[in-house]
Nanobody
Framework: QVQLVESGGGLVRTGDSLRLSCAVFGLTVRSIGTAWFRQTPGKKREFVGALSWGGGPSSYGDSAKGRFAVSRDNDSNMVHLQMNSLKPEDSAVYYC???????????????????WGTGTEVAVSS
């Protein structure tokens, strides 16, 4: 059974950094595609960043480029999202997602991922 558990969310100030973590159970992170999405009330879930299967290339949404970085730790079987220079508009519930599909490029759409966590909330005060 595949289970994803996010952690690391919280309340921070503009300009702060925060690292979100996603513990993956039932799959090995080195062999899956991994991604982070975020969502605010009333809006569509937004792509943040992803790593493709097997340590391939990464991809980031426009709002995350240059500030956020997705990484994985094979030893702990976890995926991380490092967020720097946070802004109030980064406030959202952040979701970890993974896919067993073998793709050369990281997926940027929700439909590219079969398994999802329940989310961790990030709030950035101005």
């Amino acid at each position: 059974q595949v289970q994803l558990v996010e952690s690391g969310g919280g309340l921070v100030r503009t300009g702060d950094s925060l690292r979100l973590s996603c513990a993956v159970f039932g799959l090995t992170v080195r062999s899956i595609g991994t991604a982070w999405f975020r969502q605010t009330p009333g809006k569509k879930r937004e792509f943040v960043g992803a790593l493709s299967w097997g340590g391939g290339p990464s991809s980031y949404g426009d709002s995350a480029k240059g500030r956020f970085a997705v990484s994985r730790d094979n030893d702990s079987n976890m995926v991380h999202l490092q967020m720097n220079s946070l802004k109030p508009e980064d406030s959202a519930v952040y979701y970890c997602a993974v896919s067993k599909k073998i793709e050369s490029a990281p997926g940027r759409d929700q439909s590219d991922y079969e398994f999802w966590g329940t989310g961790t909330e990030v709030a950035v005060s101005s």
